[in-house]
């Protein structure tokens, strides 16, 4: 019996270098066995009482990630443990980011306990690697500061923008997008900022702090990502519906804005890009817990997102392992989406690589300018 050849697709697929536009930094240093399958968990913030494993990520680790330690696919978890357990958490970062074939990574630093900063991270990648400012956490260096909150957030924005790619928010995590987000007046933010210097200045949750710090970053004209939808319990997952943003992407100008994740509300988020010629969608983070179910969310992520619109991350964050799934699910995910298209005679093999293209590398190198 034959074996079939890999489609001219497939193949395209296989050895196109990503721009992964969402990503932290990975783990360095040694842990459990509880802390890795803690890691496989992202809705839980208690240690899980399961074994991380038995989820689709944990199956897709013992298929994708076994072989590039030297063991086959699917090997029982204990066994995939005791190899892990062989390497350095250092050399596992070689291995597993190096493997992804990726050539410019985009690292949100803003929460970086316990993982590599930018520098350890370009280090162990051998690729390009380029900061994404979180805006709560410029916010809580300007609580931090002497003077005028206002004029140290922006100071403390411009001066760290400069040299990064985008800004960031967790608005999502911190009361979600319903309410209002219009610009605060000058009064309101010393007031608040009063308020929340007061107690600590930690943990941004004003809502009138929060809305001044998404203006600021619009203003840079610097592409700015919102976490949408799936994540841990913190988030409300109900409030992170990106619909509830329509009156401030109406209003967000020129400025890129990039939904992350979007599960389960990829339709939506999809219709948002059609709708606002600013406004980008990736499945990074979904995919990863997705697993062999990824090729449908990325196909529901197609149905209605303009191709020039849809990106490629991981949002990978501690085991290295995730930081290559998310570009192995995503080749997997997306040929499967796109090659029954080709072989209807819907699309051509050059309209699929094309788009392959455009969601691969080219939309992110266009709008953050890598």
Sequence with gaps: MSVPTATALAQHIAGLPLIDQHVHGCWLTAGDRRRFENALNEANTDPITYSGFDSQLGFAVRAHCAPVLGLPRHVDAHTYWERRSEFAEAELARLFLRGANVSDWLVDTGFAEGVADVNEFSAACGGRVHEVVRLEQVAEQAAQAPGDYASAFEEILHRRAARAVGTKSILAYRGGFDGDLTEPPAAQVVEAAGRWRDSGGVRLRDRVLLRFGLHQALRLGKPLQLHVGFGDRDCDLHKSNPLYLLDFLRK?????????????????????AQAFNNVYVDGGLSINYLGARAPAFIARLLEMAPFSRVMYSSDGFGPAELHFLGAALWRKGIHRALQPFVDSGDWSVADAIRVVDLIARDNAARIYRV
């Design 252 to 272: 967000s100008g020129d400025t890129p804005i990039v939904l992350l994740h979007c599960y389960p509300y990829e339709r939506e988020a999809g219709y948002l």
